[in-house]
């Protein structure tokens, strides 16, 4: 039986695209175009992998990671991040220990995309662990959704004018 893979990207373009060399390289494709919707189609389609864009309208992919992430039986499921800031998903990732989440550089060739597709789909599942660290914490969806804080911004520095009436004194 073809494995599944549910490609979830807000470019109709490249699930056309995806759709078409995944299928003929045997893979059984659903695609989705809608975040909102990929958990739902997710649930119903029961994929061996899911295809993942970061950067959606509305729900964007870390929130639709973290959905998958808190659900004992869909966290099993092998996902490849599709993401051009490679570089920042992999630090986010690494900050709350998730190294089971395989990452697909944008633009990317075919060739790398099966390499990705057939590493994500032989390592071992970390769901257990996973799910245990995210849903012990106070706010689940912090570790992987929130955005990095800003460094704290520097005192108030006094103006020329408060300067020379401090060195007046």
């Known amino acids: 039986m073809a494995k599944r ?3 979830v990207d807000d470019n109709e373009d490249l699930l056309t695209l995806l759709a078409d060399v995944l299928g003929d390289e045997g893979y059984d494709v659903v695609t989705c175009g809608r975040s909102r919707e990929a958990y739902g189609l997710a649930k119903d389609t ?14 964007n992919g870390w929130e639709v990671l973290n959905v998958f992430l808190l659900d004992r039986e869909m966290c099993a499921i092998p996902i490849v991040l599709m993401t051009a800031a490679a570089a920042d998903a992999r630090k986010r990732l690494s900050r709350v220990g998730v190294y089971s989440i395989t990452i697909l550089d944008k ?18 599942s970390e769901c257990e662990r996973l799910y245990e660290r ?15 804080r800003p460094a704290p911004l520097p005192a108030r520095f006094p103006r020329p004018a408060e300067r020379s009436a401090q060195g007046e004194q």
């Open 134 to 148: 995210l849903t012990s914490l106070a706010d689940p969806v912090s570790p992987v959704v929130a955005q990095p």
């Open 107 to 124: 633009p990317f060739s075919i060739d790398l995309l099966l390499e990705r597709i057939d590493a994500a789909l032989g390592k071992p």
């Open 46 to 59: 029961r994929p061996d992998l899911v295809l993942l864009d970061v950067l959606m309208p509305g729900m």
């Open 5 to 7: 893979i549910l490609a």
